[in-house]
């Protein structure tokens, strides 16, 4: 009696030990093969409309630590979090102190907090630093327009007398429609987005030493990397410029920590974003693959991925000329951007289909918060892209008031995230399953990439991906039909499935070099080691 008591404990034991939630994150690590590199899976956070802790209804840095459990469990290691410096507006994307947390955030000892436990589970902390522009607010603009306004008629600016009048881009006469007055005084500033944004003159190397202290600053607090802010607008729209002040101050940073990340924002077409490559900095966003009108979302439209990874092989042919060791940052869409949900009518099955080619795509993939609940945004205005992430209908606890000026009623087609967790065919749960094919394979993010030519037709499109000697194969078949397709004669030949992503719950299934695909379908197949 007392035996079987025991073995069947045992047999418990070892089922629990078999649930992926109840591993420790060391297990769950060596599990799923990764890498502590460059390649992440990163999620956007804006922090405003995210968690919020306390109770007030603005998000906080508190409540981004509270939900990194979540994060992690999804399969995410890294985060961006949009500006968390201080700022008269609620995107906080024109700063007035670039050494402190705004404080509708928290403080810096909450942000010492996020650091630690994010590097406790393994997640990377990147964050937005805006250095194109400051805020109209920030010291440096008010000391110069001070000094400027004090300048008698005949005389000339003089840096000894005050420094800031070399930050900014100041003119006798107004240059362009983007210059405004200097109140008081003769003079013009650029603010090239907005008048309470003026434009930093990276030129200077007095601005150039304050963003190196700017970076010594957060590098030693811990941050793994910066998401550089409209970076094709440093020198307006001039490569040649930008990519020197790339280079400049990723070798900075990386000369505090040789493993310093970098993304940048050139919101450009491939060509250029393939250009500032040239920069030698890690990782720029993919906004050729991205958006509404971009090559993921017209393949999930189409139905067909043979255009999409016909570019897969275009990016990795541009991008490396320029930066062998780039890092492709893909994603769907930003805080700039209507949600995918919008784009694809919020189609739950387009919703996953757009999930899964997002996840096989090389480099680091950007997922914005709520994209893997479906949900939506409204029209054009920035605040309606921005709203409180969508725990629950039914429980409030964490949940955000969103940006002021955001339209009441933007509702999500799909359940909040608390029902997805428990459905099984969620597009939440598709997102973690793709994320741990991913995290599984690093073939996907780290492999040399190659059509596999005799499969990209009849509906289909399959790539194979090489990273250390290892090959996988993915078969794409989105398109509404089933399909049962020959890998005998192709380059995927003798292959074992390796896993598969399907809309809900179906089976892709091998048999000898026969792949059968549900509807909707990707496959992963693996060669095997000698
Ligand atoms: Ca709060």
Redesign the pocket.
């Known amino acids: 009696m007392k035996t079987r008591i025991l073995s069947a404990l045992l047999v418990l034991a070892l089922l629990v030990s078999l649930i992926p939630g109840g591993l420790q994150t060391g297990d769950r690590e060596a599990e799923l093969n990764i890498i502590d590199d460059n390649y992440r899976n990163y999620y956007e956070i804006f922090v405003g409309s995210f968690y ?9 840095l ?2 981004v630590t509270e939900k990194l459990d979540y994060v992690a469990d999804m399969g995410f290691n890294g985060i961006w979090l949009m500006p968390v410096m201080p700022s008269p507006t609620y995107h906080k994307y024109d700063v007035t102190d670039y050494e402190a947390i705004d404080s ?3 403080t810096m000892d909450d942000f010492k907090i996020l650091v630690e436990e994010c590097h406790k589970r393994k997640i990377r902390l990147v964050i937005d630093l805006v250095m194109n522009h400051s805020s109209s607010r920030h010291l440096w603009f008010q000391e110069a327009c001070a000094y400027l306004a004090g300048l008698e008629e005949d005389e000339k600016p003089d840096a000894a007398e005050c420094p800031y009048v070399e930050y900014y881009h100041f003119s006798e006469k107004q240059e362009s429609s983007s210059y405004y007055e200097v109140p008081g005084s003769r003079f013009w500033y650029e603010g090239a987005f907005w008048s309470e944004m003026p434009d930093l003159n990276l030129e200077s190397e007095a601005v150039r030493s304050e963003f190196e202290k700017i970076a010594d600053y957060w590098i030693g607090l811990g941050v793994d990397g910066f998401r550089m802010d409209a970076a094709m607008h440093y020198e307006e729209n001039d490569t040649e410029d930008n990519t020197e002040i790339l280079n400049w101050y990723y070798n900075y940073c990386k000369s505090k920590n040789p493993d310093f990340y970098m993304v940048s924002e050139v919101w450009a077409n491939e060509r250029t974003i393939a250009d500032y490559y040239g920069s030698g900095t890690p990782s720029m966003f993919n906004f050729d693959a991205a958006g509404a009108e971009g090559k993921m979302m017209q393949a999930v439209r189409s139905g067909n991925a043979s255009s999409l990874v016909r570019s897969m092989v275009t990016y990795q042919e541009d991008f490396s000329k320029k930066n062998p060791e780039y890092v492709d940052a893909p994603f769907l869409t930003n805080h700039d951007m209507g949600r995918v949900a919008n784009a694809l009518m919020s189609s739950e099955d387009k919703l996953k289909m757009a999930a899964g080619l997002l996840m096989m795509m090389n480099g680091s993939p950007f997922v914005y918060y709520g994209e893997e609940i479906g949900m939506k945004s409204a029209g054009t205005k920035d605040e309606n892209k921005r709203i409180p992430m969508f725990w629950s209908e039914t429980d409030d606890t964490g949940m ?1 008031d969103g940006p002021q000026g955001m339209d009441a009623g933007i509702e999500s087609s799909l359940p909040p995230l608390d029902e997805q967790m428990k459905d099984e065919t969620s597009l939440l749960n598709y997102y973690k399953r793709a994320l741990r094919l991913r995290n599984e394979n690093p073939e996907i993010a780290r492999g040399t990439v190659n059509l596999a030519d005799s499969l990209c037709e009849g509906g289909l499109a399959a790539v194979t991906k090489t990273y250390e000697g290892s090959t996988i194969g993915i078969i794409y078949n989105i398109g509404e039909e089933e399909k049962t397709v020959d890998l005998s004669q192709t380059e995927l030949s003798g292959m074992k499935l390796q896993g598969f992503l399907t809309l809900n719950g179906q089976e892709g299934t091998l048999s000898g070099n026969q792949l059968d695909m549900p509807e909707r379908s990707i496959c992963i197949v693996k060669s095997v080691k000698n």
Do not use: K, L, R
């Not at 919020?52 to 906080?60: C, E, K, L, N």
């Open positions: 919020d802790s306390d109770g007030d209804g603005m998000g906080d508190n409540g509708a955030y928290g955000t």
